[in-house]
């Protein structure tokens, strides 16, 4: 078995939102830039895979016909604006979302097929906003919910983890599947009150999904301490508990401390400390089986390098990133530690904590 999957395709360059947009597509090449400078893709522990474009029946496993039927004649007209916000839509942009979403559910393949060990999957436009019938937050099609619904459709799976460290909630995945228990959704992100106006604490999911959302809704510029004190203590007893059979992650580098969009203060060591609690429950749970699929991060300047050092972290090659590390202030610790013990309060009715 090979060990990591990079999958990525030079067509995802194709979707272009238009000048101050951040989701833009050098994102993607400034990624693939220092993938190839670390000369990570030479050492026969992960390699480049091509994605295939999803349809349209992939796409109806989480998202209404409807919608998709709006996207694309969006699309063809021109493109323009999906929401009333910020997702915004170019000609080739139904093609390359297609291609997301094909991206993701390549690599859950490939690691359900035990070709390879892990896979992380570089794709954009980015989709944990998106939900069944709308688009949001720069976010089209839910490429993680519909690899979720491939594996619990295809792979008869009926304990997957989707483990959301994008700095902003993602609502369209909490949406998806907020009534099932065959998928645990548990996100840390920042305060959701602006923006998108989901992802509390007291949103722990309804019938037979009730308990199997967790969210952890931290105030800005927490640090690495406080964000890995709540992956200790909330994330890893969890989702211990729950035994996940595949582990998806939805991964923005948004999180980082010099990200323009987003108001975390992570370091790469957090991040990176925070996958490696990840792979250790992929180890003793899913047999190693790990995808990983981009959503936000927005910094040009370190967005390379975070992504390299995931990708050196899962493929188990060594890769050296320099950063400075944060350090949150009383009042900022004082209402996180709150927030902890709030969220701990919460999902004790459903889980020992």
């Known amino acids: 078995m090979k060990k990591t999957a990079v999958v990525y395709s030079r067509k995802y360059l194709g979707h272009d939102p238009g000048p101050n947009h951040p989701d833009v597509p050098e994102r993607l090449e400034a990624i693939m ?7 990570l893709l030479n050492t026969g522990k992960c390699s480049l895979v091509k994605p295939d474009l999803a349809n349209i029946e992939d ?13 694309k004649r969006c699309c063809a007209s ?3 604006l999906l929401d009333i916000g910020d997702t915004v839509v170019c000609p080739r942009s139904f093609e390359v979302a297609l291609l997301a979403a094909g991206g993701a559910m390549k690599a859950v393949d490939l690691v359900a097929a035990k070709t390879y060990q892990n896979a992380f999957a570089f794709v954009r436009p980015p989709g944990h906003h998106a939900g069944s019938y709308y688009a949001m937050g720069f976010c089209i099609f839910n490429n993680v919910a519909i690899a979720a619904s491939r594996l619990l459709q295809d792979y008869n799976f009926d304990r997957v983890l989707i483990l959301d460290v994008d700095a902003h909630h993602g609502n369209g995945t909490q949406d998806i599947f907020y009534d099932t228990s065959d998928v645990l959704y548990m996100s840390l992100h920042e305060d959701p009150t602006a923006f998108p106006g989901s992802g509390f604490a007291d949103e722990v999911g309804k019938e037979d999904g009730l308990g199997y959302t967790v969210n952890i ?3 800005y510029h927490v640090d690495d301490q406080i964000y890995l004190q709540a992956v200790n203590q909330i994330v890893v007893p969890i989702a211990e508990q729950y035994e996940p059979q595949f582990i998806l992650v939805s991964v923005g580098f ?5 990200d323009p969009v987003a108001g975390l203060a992570l370091s ?6 925070t ?10 749970f899913s047999m190693e089986k790990l995808v990983a699929v981009l959503e ?3 910094s040009l300047s370190f967005l390379g390098k975070l992504a390299t050092a995931a990708v050196a972290k899962m493929a188990g090659i060594s890769y050296q990133i320099q950063d400075r590390r944060s350090v949150a202030n009383s009042r900022t610790r004082k209402q996180a530690q709150k927030i902890i013990e709030d969220v701990k309060k919460t999902q004790s009715s459903f889980w020992e904590l």
């Open 33 to 39: 830039k220092e993938l190839k400078n670390s000369s």
């Open 59 to 71: 796409l109806k496993l989480v998202h209404e016909l409807n919608y998709i039927q709006l996207v």
């Open 78 to 80: 021109e493109g323009g």
């Open 217 to 219: 809704p931290f105030p």
């Open 254 to 258: 948004d999180t980082h401390h010099t």
């Open 268 to 273: 790469a060591f957090g991040f990176l400390e």
């Open 275 to 284: 996958l490696t609690r990840i792979l250790d429950l992929a180890s003793r």
């Open 296 to 298: 936000g991060g927005y």
